[in-house]
């Protein structure tokens, strides 16, 4: 009796339909392996949920993701990013909150030299940073000739800067968005708005989104 038990809880070579020689598993075997699987798929659906926590935005040029707390509408398969500068970040933010067709919009800087600023850093000078919105949009929705409209009515794009970080500025990403921010330019007589070419974008401070949402006042931007 001893040996016959031996023997049935021994792995059994076998052969498939095909020929093929497979080992048989125990079922201790399996149980393991299917211990392993669990552990797995386990591991797998918490990793999910963590990046949950995060509403990922395929965008160009390796930009940040999206965080919940930018998101304005429902995030469509497709977007585009756009970078304003038009002086104090907090109504600049707002104006764009309401375009239909914006999906998110977080306020940051951009345009210096300087990584990881803090908003101290840039109001106190010397990390050549622009105060910029970056503007998530369906392009199906509004277009960035549109949002460069936009742009222009929400600030006093002829009175001059002095390099600070409170500029009227257009942050491009391609030449599309270069040639299109220079024509908006052109049918704007007076303007000082400058075109720059898209660096990194770091986000401010999580005080400093929404501002006029959280605290139901903002800057004048004109």
């Known amino acids: 009796m001893e040996r016959h038990l031996a023997i049935s809880w021994a792995p059994r070579l076998q052969r498939d339909l095909l020929g093929n020689r497979y080992v048989d598993l125990t079922g201790t075997e399996r149980y393991d392996h ?10 797998i659906v918490l990793l999910a949920a963590a990046l949950g926590a995060t509403v990922w935005a395929t965008t160009r040029h390796g930009r940040p ?9 429902v995030m469509p398969a497709r977007v585009e990013t756009a970078v304003f500068g038009a002086g104090c970040f907090w109504r600049v933010e707002a104006v764009f909150r309401k375009v239909p067709g914006v999906v998110a919009t977080a306020s940051g800087f951009t345009g210096g030299t300087t990584d990881r600023p803090t908003y101290r850093d840039v109001s106190l000078g010397g990390t050549g940073h622009a105060e910029v919105v970056r503007v998530t949009y369906d392009p199906v929705k509004v277009t960035y000739p549109q ?3 936009t742009f222009f009515d929400a600030h006093d794009a002829t009175k001059p ?17 270069r040639d299109a921010a220079a024509k908006a330019i052109a049918e704007n007589p007076g303007a000082v708005t400058r075109v720059r070419p898209l660096t ?3 986000r401010a401070e999580d005080y400093h ?3 006029l949402e959280k605290h139901g006042r903002a800057c004048l931007i004109k």
């Open 200 to 202: 990194t974008f770091w």
């Open 209 to 211: 989104q929404q501002y």
């Open 147 to 149: 949002l460069l409209a």
């Open 34 to 43: 299917a211990m392993k699987r669990a552990a797995l798929i386990t591991v």
């Open 161 to 177: 800067h002095d390099d600070g970080p409170h500029q009227s500025l257009i942050f491009c990403a391609d030449d599309a968005q």
């Open 65 to 73: 993701a999206v965080t919940r707390d930018e998101v304005v509408a």
